[in-house]
Every structure is written in C-alpha cells, then in structure tokens.
C-alpha cells in the first residue's frame, strides 16, 4: 500500500482497466446475441448434430473472443503496475513519472505479447466452455459415458488453463521489469522457478485468494448500500460498481505483491539495503517454508 499511496496513478489505471474490460465484455455479449437471434430465424435445419456442432463453435468463438479482449484491458493494468513497483523496488520511482512510462511500455513495447499471452488464457477458457457444454448435453441425454469423458476433460483443460494463467501473471512481471517478449520472459520465469527462491513466490499466490475475495465483499458491500432505494437494478449496479472498483484496487495489491516477490528472488540485495525489516521478513517466511 506504501507504493499505491506514493503513486495513486495506478489505482485509476486499475479502475480503468477494469471498467474497459467490463464495457468489452458487454459489447461481445450484445453482439453475440444479435448474432444468435440472427442465427435461430435463419435456421430451419431439423438435424440435431449439426445444430449442436453450430452452438459449439458459437460459444467457442465467444468466449475467445470475450475472454481475449477483457484479459488484455486487465493485463495491460498488470504490467503498468508491476513496472511501478520495480521501479521502487530498484529505487527509481524518484525521478519522471513512473505510472506513465509503466503504462506506456504496456501499450507499446509489451503489449504484443500480452495479447499473446491473454490469448492462450483465453483459447483454453474457450475450450474448456465447450467441454463443459458437451458435459451437459450428454447428460441431458442421459449419455453417462459420454458425460464422464467430457467431465474429466473439463478438469483437465480447466486445470491448464489455471497453470497458464498462473505462469503468465509472473511472465508479465518480466516483461514489466526487464522489457522481455513473452516467450523470453517465460524462459526466465521458468528458470525463477528453478533456481531461485520460488516457495516465496509460490506463496505469494495466497494475494490473488486474497483479492479476490476483497472483491467479492467490496460488491456485497455495494449491494447492501443501493438497499435502501429497494430497486433491484439499483442493487445490481451497486454491486457490479464496487467490486470492479474495490477489485481494482486489490488488484494493484497482487500485482505488486507478484512484482516484490520476482525482485527479491532475483536481487534480495536491493531489498537489504532499501527496506531491511521487509528483507529480514522475507528472508524468515522463506527459511520457514523451506523447513530451515
């Protein structure tokens, strides 16, 4: 929070980001449903297969595309606060403007391989939409075979696409601090992984549970304040507002949490000399998890 207070920029990137991902989202959503009314008053084909492939493609093709574009608005505000926390953390957020050379690097130099990466996030989301769709179809139909074939590969493809999305949040972490493409900064943080300090990074993972559940209050919070007006469009939007705006704010949180924690496992020398008391905290969590 010490960082957020120095340079509140990034709380408005946060909520802009997500504000735009929430307007993406509802355009796709709006067009998809012009395209499906469309699609039903222009089919008279009575063959069941053929229809069920068509709405397979259908929501595949949606998801993609709504997943894509919203995970993009959401990862460029990853990347330009985790460019704002290195750049504390190296002791050079003293001098320009930090939020503004942090979000520009994210719409310029990194934004070629956060589309790639929101993209894989998104291609498997899309997929596993579809396995999931298939499941109930053949449960509907009373296909239990069918339907335990679908179930595990939904676990399966929804367990990749947890592992992708968890690997490419600390990915943009390195396009964010060293300028890396994608690819190369998977590199890197796979090699993070292996010979640095990664139980510290692995627990860092706890701040996106954390943040995510901030969210969810934050919009409970909301819908409880819109009450009072007894409308329940009112509650809806009250609900919808203050977790996009207490979510983006604990998302400023995760991010730098992620942005620290690659830091200190390359260079915890830079952590010593700035912030002692935060290293001797580190340095301990880390010696304890690894059962030092």
């Known amino acids: ?45 009575t063959d069941t297969e053929d229809q069920d492939t068509t709405v397979h493609v259908f929501e595949f093709i949606f ?45 310029t130099t990194s934004f070629g391989s956060i589309c790639f990466g929101s993209f894989l996030v998104a291609f498997v989301r899309a997929a596993e939409t579809v396995a999931r769709s298939i499941k109930n179809r053949a449960q509907e139909d009373g296909n239990w075979v069918g339907c335990v074939i679908a179930a595990c590969m939904q676990c399966i493809v929804q367990c990749i696409g947890d592992m992708i999305e968890w690997f490419n949040s600390f990915a943009f972490v390195q396009c964010a601090v060293h300028g890396l493409g994608f690819m190369d900064a998977a590199r890197a943080t796979y090699a993070l992984c292996t010979v640095a300090n990664v139980r510290a990074i692995v627990a860092s993972s706890m701040v996106g549970w954390v943040a995510g559940l ?16 007894g409308n329940p469009v009112a509650v809806c939007l009250g609900f919808l507002l203050a977790m996009v705006v207490g979510g983006s704010a604990l998302q400023v949180i995760d991010s730098g949490a992620k942005t620290i924690m690659v830091c200190w496992a390359e260079n915890e020398g830079m952590l010593r000399q700035s912030r002692p008391e935060l290293q001797a905290a580190f340095q301990e969590r880390s010696e304890l998890m690894s059962g030092r």
Do not use: E
């Open 1 to 45: 929070m010490h960082v957020a207070k120095m340079h509140a920029g990034i709380m408005l990137v946060s909520v802009f980001g997500a504000m735009l991902s929430c307007v993406w989202v509802l355009a796709v959503f709006f067009a998809a449903l012009a395209v499906l009314v469309r699609m039903k008053s222009g089919t008279h084909s």
């Open 63 to 107: 998801v993609l595309i709504c997943t894509w574009g919203s995970s993009v608005c959401v990862n460029i505000c990853h990347v330009a606060c985790s460019g704002v926390f290195a750049k504390w953390y190296f002791g050079k957020d003293q001098t320009g403007w930090p939020v503004g050379s942090s979000l520009k690097m994210a719409l």
């Open 214 to 229: 901030g969210s969810l209050f934050c919009g409970l919070v909301g819908a409880c304040a819109t009450l009072p007006f």
